[in-house]
């Protein structure tokens, strides 16, 4: 999916939910007319009290919380002079705290409605929360560095990163997990605790982005090493004007009694052409497996 396409899906979203919140406001100026020249609405239909109190404040501080939420995207997206239709880290994190405060409001709404003081509850259940949050400790771990992650600079939605054992782009960032597409376009989703206890590595973050291939290849296939390079660095690619030509290497990094490492690596111009490197590396791995010295040489003769 492209750029335009994705951007264009979160700003189809974004609009939906003011759209939702212009309506909410709509309702709640309704209930509160109603309730000024009717006071007794909730007797006349036949309403009880305890639901209705509870409703009223749902609502009311449910528009607060969607207020607060547009009102930071707003002033975020202009002081960083961005446009509506972006999702980044920042975004993502206000949305996630607005989702929270949200189940929160919803949850003091029912004690509420069954008439049950917010204090006598906590009170009531205090052990039993506490062992409950020592054997949820590894879950709010998890929240608390998602979090964490959402609002700091290590990596951000799109980047393409290295997440201990697994590498992709980061598609996204949840309470308990992050999802990451890799090369074969599988989503994996790691474990906010995982990510957080392992060393991080974001391609996306250097001056210029670098791709890089591995492979294995028998020794006798290397010795004509020479030519390997000369055929590698003139390798016909679509779009590999993307690439800055003196950057395109090739070299054995490991040498094994049958095998030999072999890696191959390029640098894009710009950030602005990983999309690139999909068909870059499908090139280089083709030409790992079929690219025969030999036959080069005869052909040349």
């Known amino acids: 999916m492209g750029l335009t396409n994705i951007r264009q899906i979160v700003y189809q979203r974004e609009y939906r939910k003011r759209m939702l919140f212009a309506l909410k406001v709509a309702l709640y100026s309704g209930l509160l007319i109603a309730s000024y020249y009717r006071p007794n609405l ?4 036949g309403i009880p009290a305890n639901l209705y109190q509870a409703i009223f404040t749902y609502i009311t501080f449910h528009l607060v919380i969607a207020f607060a939420r547009l009102s930071v995207v707003a002033v975020y997206l202009k002081k960083e002079h961005l446009e509506y239709g972006i999702k980044n880290n920042f975004i993502l994190g206000i949305n996630r705290i607005a989702s929270v405060a949200g189940f929160v409001v919803f949850f003091f709404s029912v004690l509420m409605i069954f008439g049950i003081q917010a204090r006598t ?3 009531t259940i205090s052990i039993v929360a506490a062992a409950v949050a020592i054997l949820s400790k590894d879950y ?3 929240v608390i560095n998602g979090m964490i992650m959402m609002f700091s600079n290590q990596f951000s939605l ?9 590498k992709g782009y980061v598609e996204d960032i949840t309470l308990l997990h ?3 597409i890799n090369d074969d376009e599988e989503s994996v989703y790691i474990p906010n605790n995982t990510v957080f206890n392992n060393e991080i590595t974001n391609f996306s973050r250097k001056r210029i982005p ?3 291939v591995e492979a294995e290849i028998e020794n006798k296939r290397l010795k004509n090493w020479d030519l390997w390079v000369k055929d590698y660095q003139q390798l016909e690619i679509n779009g590999s004007d993307n690439i800055l030509t003196e950057s395109q290497k090739l070299k054995i990094t490991k040498i ?3 095998f030999s490492i072999v890696r191959a690596q390029a640098e894009l111009r710009s950030a602005e052409h990983l999309n690139f490197e999909k068909t870059w590396k499908s090139a280089v791995n083709q030409f790992f497996l079929s690219y025969d010295p030999v036959l080069e040489l005869t052909d040349n003769k």
Do not use: A
């Not at 799109?158 to 697994?166: A, E, R, S, T, W």
């Open 42 to 45: 909730q007797d006349q239909i």
């Open 121 to 123: 509850f906590f009170t």
């Open 140 to 142: 709010i771990s998890n």
């Open 158 to 166: 799109n980047d393409y990163v290295k997440l201990g054992p697994h």
């Open 178 to 180: 992050v999802q990451l």
């Open 210 to 212: 670098k791709m890089i």
């Open 256 to 258: 094994n009694k049958e």
